[in-house]
């Protein structure tokens, strides 16, 4: 079984004034891991707060400080995406509640620093979510998912409608109206998590979840659905938040633990806060871990899913990877729809996934250039 | 330091194992490949590059495969790998050393963000360096394989790598692309190009590479000043014609062919003004190769360089 703790990304992460040791060879993994976990600014931003960037090697240090200044860049971005998408709904009066990357920028939490993303997710009530979609449209975002079984999969089963793209800048949107899947065999109360929002100073209708609310957001999302592609990244979120707001107040332990039972979320809080601690080294205070494991399955269980997170959360790439990291990542994506619909439909979803052919989407990231 | 000068056996085996590092300053590239297309163009194109050994620090890694699908059967093709993501779909197999250029390109031009990058030919000749900045068809590539038969020095064929304190241009002397027509004008124009195989129906029509000068790639370390942006234009039947272009509108018109120039912000529009400050600017029609190299070769340096 893989080391979490010894991948060159995760070192590079928790152990960062080890790095000035480092040979152009170690240099080498690093990079490369870090780039393909997408938390590469994320450490250029760790090493100059030690004030050790200026100490690394100018090759590796180059990629660095190339992605910061991607990063920093998609920071300001996000701020005008805000603002137009704040625009854009302003006549429904409907309350926006940012979540993750865009949350995380907008609240100007340290989260954000070094933090790359491409969609921006925001949640607003069921019942106004017509009203939402409608204005964006009137906007210009239209939807990416023509195929009809697509449109119809994410409207009956799913907590959000298919992502739109704004026709002239790209930019693409997901509009949530809760926090899990209705058919979801782990549902949370979206409704509590939408009434606890605070709004954001100086922005009108913008609002973030609640401290607490956030941290379960995150895990949620991580936990219980299924690409972990970007597994680590979002890992180091949840590191960064509970640091954060654990710093910060002393009563947020205990307000984190309360919430999350009182809006059922203790299976995925129990295990972000079992691999932040087992992966990246984050200082969770003992009573905290006790407390979680009323949300832990059952042993034989967590055995499995500590053999399938613990591989499925190292950067996405093939030198951290052993030869179970590929059925893992399967067994993940699968745990992920099954969590989320009834069995019969799984298998009809999978099926239809598996055989659907030329539909992937290309993704327009790139100018091409030759 | 060493240089492949022959592909014997082991190190094709190398190519497809553990990779060869290449140094293709100022970027250090390793390829993993075991198609026999792109060893051949390497072999032809890239013989005379430092090999690194394994532990050198690779700023890309890159690798052109045979995409396992059930096509590779009855329509083979080929995969460009960037350290384990694909960033484009595949192509027909044959076009897989053109596809390693392509990829190459698209790897610099969306990492090395501390260059300002500008989609443009490069020449230089006594330190003095001409920027030929032009849309695809115009004839930038002909013109620049052109010069370069001519005594000037190869710096890039795609890329202008401009550092964004001294604004000097780092030099990347990598094979120049020619296509269609322009492959056998440039074929009767030097009769001593190294011109690799011929690649056909590619997006762009008939492709292939020529050879860097030898001389170009020794110098890869030799930084130049850069001293004239030109706009070139291919015309049929044209007189030739230099002509001197606003500056205004050469910074415009270099923004809109930069890759990183809005990502850079404020430095990248220093870096920007800085270049069409110094550099005499000129808008460039021509009919012949002969005419051209004439022009060329009566250019002034501006005082800056």
């Avoid at chain 1, 979510?129 to 089963?157: I, K, N």
Wanted: charged letters at 20%; proline letters at 6%; a neutral charge.
């Amino acid at each position: 079984m893989l080391d979490p703790v010894k991948a060159p990304a995760v070192a590079a992460l928790t152990r960062t004034e080890a790095l000035i040791a480092y040979s152009l060879g170690e240099w080498d993994s690093v990079i490369r891991q870090c780039r393909a976990a997408k938390v590469l600014a994320k450490l250029a931003v760790r090493l100059e707060d030690c004030g050790l960037l200026d100490r690394i090697p100018e090759a590796p240090r180059r990629h660095l400080t190339a992605a910061h200044l991607v990063a920093s860049r998609q920071d300001q971005a996000v701020n005008t995406e805000v603002e137009q998408i704040q625009k854009a709904l302003a006549k429904t009066q409907v309350p926006i509640i940012l979540l993750k990357g865009a949350a995380y920028a907008m609240a100007a939490l340290p989260t954000a620093r070094g933090r790359t993303f491409g969609d921006i997710d925001i949640l607003v009530l069921r019942e106004r979510l017509a009203d939402v979609e409608a204005a964006l449209m009137l906007h210009g975002w239209v939807t990416t998912h023509h195929d009809a079984y697509d449109q119809r999969y994410y409207r009956r089963w799913m907590h959000e409608i298919p992502p739109m793209r704004h026709m002239r800048r790209g930019t693409v949107i997901d509009v949530h109206h809760a926090i899990t899947p209705d058919t979801s065999r782990i549902r949370a109360d979206s409704q509590k998590m939408l009434t606890a929002a605070v709004p954001l100073p100086g922005h009108g209708k913008l609002f973030v979840l609640a401290p607490e609310d956030m941290v379960l957001h995150s895990a949620t999302h991580l936990f219980l659905e299924g690409e972990l592609d970007s597994g680590l990244r979002d890992l180091a979120d949840i590191d960064s938040l509970i640091t954060h707001f654990s710093t910060a107040d002393d009563s947020f332990w205990s307000r984190l633990m309360e919430r999350a039972i009182e809006v059922g979320l203790t299976r995925p809080l129990f295990y972000a806060l079992r691999y932040t601690e087992k992966i990246l080294g984050t200082r969770i205070p003992p009573w905290v871990q006790a407390t979680a494991i009323a949300g832990s399955p059952a042993r034989p269980l967590l055995s499995l899913m500590d053999a399938l997170f613990l591989r499925a959360l190292q950067p996405k790439h093939s030198t951290a990877a052993d030869r179970f990291t590929g059925l893992a990542r399967w067994m993940l994506y699968v745990r992920g729809h099954w969590l989320r619909m009834p069995f019969f439909l799984l298998i009809y979803h999978l099926a239809r996934k598996a055989f659907a052919v030329g539909q992937s989407e290309q993704s327009p990231d790139s100018k091409r250039i030759h | 330091m060493s240089f492949f000068n022959s592909l014997d056996e082991t190190l094709s085996a190398q190519f497809s194992d553990t990779g060869i590092t290449l140094e293709l300053a100022p970027f250090i590239v390793r390829v993993y490949t075991d198609i026999p297309s792109v060893l051949a163009g390497l072999q032809l194109y890239y013989s005379e590059y430092p090999v690194l050994g394994l532990s050198a620090f690779a700023d890309f890694h890159v690798s052109l495969r045979r995409p396992r699908s059930l096509c590779r059967w009855f329509r083979p093709q080929v995969s460009f790998e960037f350290d384990g993501t694909v960033p484009f779909k595949p192509l027909p197999y044959e076009q897989a050393y053109p596809m390693f250029e392509w990829g190459l390109n698209w790897c610099i031009a969306n990492h090395s963000h501390r260059f300002l990058m500008i989609h443009a030919a490069v020449v230089e000749r006594d330190g003095c360096a001409a920027i030929l900045a032009a849309p695809p068809g115009s004839g930038k590539s002909t013109l620049c394989a052109a010069l370069v038969s001519r005594g000037w020095r190869l710096l890039s064929d795609e890329l202008a790598l401009i550092d964004l304190a001294t604004l000097q241009i780092t030099p990347i002397p990598r094979p120049i692309g020619l296509k269609n027509d322009s492959i056998e004008i440039i074929r009767h124009f030097n009769s001593s190009a190294v011109i690799g195989p011929v690649v056909h129906d590619t997006r762009k029509g008939t492709v292939t590479h020529m050879k860097a000068p030898t001389d170009s790639i020794l110098r890869f370390r030799e930084t130049a000043c850069p001293a004239w942006v030109i706009f070139p234009r291919y015309e049929r039947n044209a007189a030739v014609r230099l002509l001197p272009y606003s500056k205004a509108r050469t910074a415009v018109r270099l923004a809109e062919n930069s890759f990183n120039y809005t990502l850079l912000g404020e430095i990248g529009f220093d870096a920007l003004i800085g270049i069409v400050d110094q550099a005499e600017c000129y808008e460039f029609t021509y009919s012949k190769l002969g005419d051209a190299i004439s022009i060329f070769a009566d250019l002034k340096a501006p005082p800056l360089c």
